[in-house]
């Protein structure tokens, strides 16, 4: 089993960037596809981007495709989101998730995850 830690959230204007980080414990992170998804109040969670266990294969929600950037590190167990051009719409509590896929395979749903980080709330001001 692999436990997950979130860092790297808060509030930024519109426009603006955030990095979020994920720490993986219990597990290398290798064995896992990994992926962010977010759930903004009164909303579903919903998928915003996955990478593949080596990192060859990344996969973006519509919404973020262009803006967001994900990546991992599997010697230091961590991987990371960069958001850029961020909207108001992006305001979300964002989760680190990760999922016992094949090796090149890249989850595309929040369904699709098996274990979940806390969370770590990214709020963009207009």
């Known amino acids: 089993q692999v436990q997950l830690v979130e860092s790297g959230g808060g509030l930024v204007q519109a426009g603006g960037s955030l990095r979020l980080s994920c720490e993986a414990s219990?597990?290398?992170?290798?064995?896992?596809?990994m992926g962010w998804c977010r759930q903004a109040p009164g909303k579903e969670r919903e998928f915003v981007a996955a990478?593949?266990?080596?990192?060859?294969?990344?996969t973006y929600a519509d919404s973020v495709k262009g803006r967001f950037t994900i990546s991992r590190d599997n010697a230091k167990n961590t991987v990371s989101l960069q958001m850029n051009s961020l909207k108001p719409e992006d305001t979300a509590v964002y989760y680190c998730?990760?999922?016992?896929?094949?090796?090149?395979?890249?989850?595309?749903?929040?369904?699709?995850?098996?274990?979940w980080g806390q969370g770590t709330q990214v709020t963009v001001s207009s």
């Open positions: 998730a990760a999922a016992p896929f094949p090796s090149s395979a890249v989850p595309g749903a929040p369904s699709t995850f098996n274990y």
């Open positions: 219990g597990r290398t992170l290798s064995s896992y596809a």
């Open positions: 990478i593949s266990r080596g990192g060859g294969s990344t």
